[in-house]
């Protein structure tokens, strides 16, 4: 390569390390952690509970994700309106979202109104109203969702490719947002039991990040979060096994009034807390995401013209979520496509790496990290992921050891371990 | 925000600069006077085809190796096309932002445009349509602007027609090219932690040997006034619920109208912020389009939009309904907030709101080197050079009084294009088959 300037080695800019953090564990059991930080006059929040469609009961799918949706449309002090007002009246967001494994709030406000959403947040956490008329339009709003959603190529593909890898009775395999006869029985007392059973605060993570004082922080978030009920242990519901298929799954959708075709290709993945994870990661980024979009962004759409958007992308969480192959091509072209993305994985598993990609992996993995913690946001989010995950407040700064550490076997290995030509699943959505 | 300097290099080149020393990093932003608004019947869609033949090579970094560097340093790149502009960039550790300055300065004139590489991403590039095609909402969107316009070049979408897509020539895009990628038609930015003189040297240093060329063509077109209601319908399978939305001709961002539009959009359904692009979603909840059709149980969303643009644009009305609600009740809910803005000025409270709203998205937009280079080199050519020193000075000193002024003569009747979307019938259907057979050895 021409006299292309040389990356610096080994120096990494760690706005995360345990001399900058304050982590302190509430009475209650949530953990809060704060950075100060003096990039804009603004407060960022981001935080996790363990109340996730996981906890869905067969046949409520659906439930999590309403009972999210209630927490900002009235609780102790504010109805949905007064709600709306208050956080508009301050340019402020609050917001609560369930995904499959796990509920994410989040807030943004001006410094100046700190107290003011640390309080808000408290009382939508611990002592939302679930008032009738609310539920009634969450839930038209989420069963237009899944209407909409049944004629969308790209989410039809992921939820038949998630229902055929996954196993029955995995929150994986059922759709986050339910079925219409799912979410039409829900009442008023479901979500609040479902939000009595699994809102607790252990468990609980609120990462801050901003022009605060941690100190002002933590006192407020204690007497904020002071009345959540710590109730007795409930254990997440057990999750079955999910790996390989017995052998290749196809399954298609026709779907009227559509042009193009999407498709997912891939197979149960690794959890975050995975042996495998580095490895399988540096895998995921070779195979369809470095440079435009990897090895699969070189030949299927560089080359072959074949697709606007072709990458790979492994979900490793609490859980071990897809690790996938996603595209959208011309109907015409859709063997040739699956064709081509199974033997990019073929070439990943013969040779893991080639022409300096180890090293692309690497340096990437460790000198994004400055650009990936500039925002209060970024900082806010990995200091979320390492309590979750456990990692420790250090872990930036053995990151770069762990990413070195990683051999060309060992992303071959994963490459084998996972992506099984033998038992990988590939949902297509077509026009009917 | 902190200042930003301002040099014009002797080949005309604008250049932006702003120090911001938060994180250990820094972005480099290429933008170029070309959007879809210079584009003619024939040729559609060949603003975005060039951009995205700008990561095609250049004799010196080949196909791939700009992405491919980029990543390399922990940066990370993209290209974006507008009807105004289009714009390129690298947000790097800072030690890094001469790689930026390096591949820009490299393809603003050294791209190459190689037959089979125009005719792989003809394919690509009719692929990205294709999947907006999927989307209803995009297809109402694409007949309402284009009955809204009659004769300006806005009335196309940027992606272009299938027609043309599949017509352009590289010749045609080699053409695009030279006419519009020089320094007399490009700004650069750079937001970070740089020293700005000494990174001033060294974008001058790459960038000052480029040659000026001669001025891109002109738009020639201008919109004539509308005389009276258009209304358009798409109907067709794969959609779930009727859509709803409204274009109303609006004045480009130097017209004194502008501001007041401003916030009577943050009124409507938000405050999204100074750039072309909006910020995060704020005040929608309490907002009157929000009150009116979503608390009334109309539609499951609605909003709209006033973006900054240089010629003459369209402020956006539009809603998702509810299902089993008729269009109709929906256009006259929104008709009605549309006519209350225009008969009675805001309040003292609401306005107030709305301007916390504003305040909030100027202090959100300062977290991140990206999002103030935005914000320079869009608002560089979208509007001027003091378009962002004076926007405070300019939106405080609305009054309500001109808000309700520039929204009486914005939504009347003749200057209105409405569009519905109406689903059709027909059901998905699910199988399974065998896998496809692949040879072990491919």
Redesign the interface.
């Known amino acids: 390569m021409p006299d292309a300037p040389r990356p610096a080695r080994g120096r990494v800019a760690v706005p995360i390390t345990p001399e900058q953090i304050v982590r302190q564990r509430l009475a209650n059991g949530a953990v809060v952690l704060v950075r100060e930080s003096r990039a804009a006059s603004a407060m960022t929040v981001r935080g996790y509970l363990r109340a996730g469609a996981v906890c869905d009961p067969e046949g409520r799918e659906g439930l999590a994700l309403l009972t999210a949706s209630l927490l900002t449309r009235g609780s102790a002090s504010h109805t949905s309106e007064s709600l709306g007002l208050a956080l508009d009246s301050l340019g402020a967001t609050l917001s609560v979202r369930a995904d499959i494994e796990g509920v994410s709030f989040a807030v943004h406000c001006l410094s100046e109104d700190a107290s003011a959403l640390l309080d808000l947040l408290g009382e939508v956490l611990t002592q939302p109203t679930f008032p009738p008329d609310e539920i009634e339009k969450q839930r038209v709003k989420l069963i237009t969702g899944i209407r909409e959603s049944r004629n969308d190529t790209r989410a039809m593909a992921d939820k038949t490719f998630r229902a055929a890898a996954y196993p029955a009775g995995h929150p994986y395999h059922r759709p986050l947002e339910g079925e219409e006869e799912t979410v039409a029985p829900l009442g008023r007392d479901d979500l609040a039991a479902f939000h009595g059973r699994w809102y607790h605060p252990r468990g609980a993570v609120v990462a801050v990040v901003g022009d605060v004082q941690a100190a002002q922080v933590v006192a407020r978030l204690d007497s904020a979060l002071s009345g959540w009920r710590v109730g007795p242990p409930s254990d997440l519901p057990a999750v079955p096994a999910a790996g390989p298929a017995a052998s290749v799954q196809r399954r298609t959708v026709a779907i009227p009034g559509k042009t193009q075709a999407d498709i997912v290709l891939g197979v149960p993945g690794f959890a975050r807390a995975s042996p495998d994870f580095y490895a399988a990661m540096m895998a995921d980024l070779i195979l369809g995401r470095l440079g435009l979009m990897g090895r699969l962004g070189a030949t299927l759409r560089d080359e072959e013209g074949l697709a606007y958007y072709v990458y790979s992308q492994a979900q490793a969480g609490l859980l071990a979520g897809p690790w996938a192959v996603r595209a959208g091509v011309s109907p015409k072209n859709l063997d040739r496509a699956i064709t081509g993305i199974v033997r990019e994985i073929q070439g990943l598993q013969r040779e893991p790496v080639r022409d300096g990609e180890l090293e692309d992996a690497q340096e990437y993995l460790t000198g994004s990290l400055a650009v990936r913690l500039e925002t209060d946001a970024g900082i806010a989010q990995s200091l979320l992921d390492i309590e979750l995950f456990d990692l420790g407040l250090d872990y930036l700064l053995r990151y770069p050891g762990l990413i070195r550490g990683v051999t060309p076997e060992q992303i071959g290995a994963a490459a084998v371990r996972y992506l099984r030509l033998d038992g990988y699943t590939v949902a297509t959505a077509v026009p009917a | 925000m902190t200042p930003t300097v301002r040099t014009v290099l002797p080949n005309g080149l604008v250049v932006l600069l702003r120090e911001v020393h938060?994180?250990?990093?820094a972005t480099f932003w290429a933008w170029y006077r070309v959007g879809s608004r210079n584009e003619v019947p024939g040729i559609t869609g060949i603003s975005h085809w060039v951009e995205h033949m700008l990561?095609k090579g250049t004799p010196?970094?080949g196909?791939?190796?700009f992405?491919?560097?980029v990543?390399?340093?922990?940066?990370?790149w993209n290209g974006f096309t507008w009807k105004d502009f289009t714009a390129y960039f690298e947000?790097?550790?800072?030690?890094?932002v001469?790689?930026g300055i390096?591949i820009e300065s490299d393809r603003m004139v050294n791209t190459l445009f190689e037959p089979a590489e125009v005719?792989?991403?003809?394919?690509?590039?009719?692929?990205?349509r294709?999947?907006a095609?999927?989307?209803?909402e995009y297809a109402l969107y694409e007949e309402v602007e284009s009955a809204a316009y009659r004769v300006h070049a806005y009335r196309h979408a940027v992606i272009g027609y299938k027609s043309d897509l599949w017509a352009i020539t590289r010749d045609d895009l080699y053409h695009h090219y030279r006419a519009f990628y020089a320094p007399n038609n490009a700004v650069v930015v750079a937001v970070g932690d740089f020293d700005s003189a000494d990174l001033l040297t060294r974008i001058t240093d790459a960038f000052g040997g480029i040659p000026a060329a001669a001025a891109p063509p002109a738009v020639r077109s201008v919109e004539p006034p509308q005389e009276g209601e258009r209304r358009v319908v798409v109907r067709?399978?794969?959609?779930?619920?009727p859509i709803v939305q409204m274009a109303f001709h609006a004045p480009a961002v130097t017209s004194p109208d502008f501001f007041p539009l401003l916030l009577v959009d943050g009124v409507l359904s938000?405050?999204k912020g100074p750039g072309v692009f909006g910020g995060?979603?704020?005040?929608?909840?309490?907002?009157r389009l929000y009150r009116a059709l979503?608390?009334r149980?109309l539609a499951?969303e609605a909003g709209s939009a006033c973006r900054p643009a240089r010629d003459p644009t369209l402020f956006e009305v539009g809603a998702?309904l509810?299902?089993e609600v008729a269009p109709e009740r929906v256009e006259a809910a929104i008709l009605d907030e549309l006519r209350r803005v225009g008969d009675e000025p805001v309040g003292q409270d609401e306005l107030?709101?709305v301007r916390?709203?504003?305040?909030?998205?100027w202090?959100?937009a300062?977290?991140?080197?990206s999002p103030q280079a935005v914000l320079l080199g869009s608002m560089e050519i979208v509007a001027d050079a003091g378009f962002l020193e004076t926007f405070w000075d300019r939106l405080s000193a609305v009054t309500p009084e001109a808000m309700r002024e520039a929204a009486a003569r914005t939504f009347s009747e003749r200057n209105r294009t409405v569009g519905w979307y109406f689903?059709?019938p027909?059901?998905?259907?699910?199988?399974?088959?065998?896998?496809?057979e692949?040879p072990?050895d491919?």
């Open positions: 938060t994180a250990p990093v990561f010196t970094l196909k791939g190796e992405p491919r560097l990543n390399r340093h922990g940066g990370t947000t790097l550790p800072a030690e890094h001469d790689l390096r005719e792989s991403e003809r394919t690509v590039i009719i692929s990205e294709e999947g095609e999927n989307n209803p067709r399978p794969g959609g779930a619920v938000g405050f995060e979603g704020l005040g929608v909840r309490s907002s979503v608390e149980e499951v998702t509810r299902p107030a709101r916390k709203q504003a305040r909030a998205q202090v959100y300062a977290d991140g080197v689903p059709e027909g059901g998905s259907t699910v199988s399974s088959g065998d896998a496809v692949v072990h491919a």
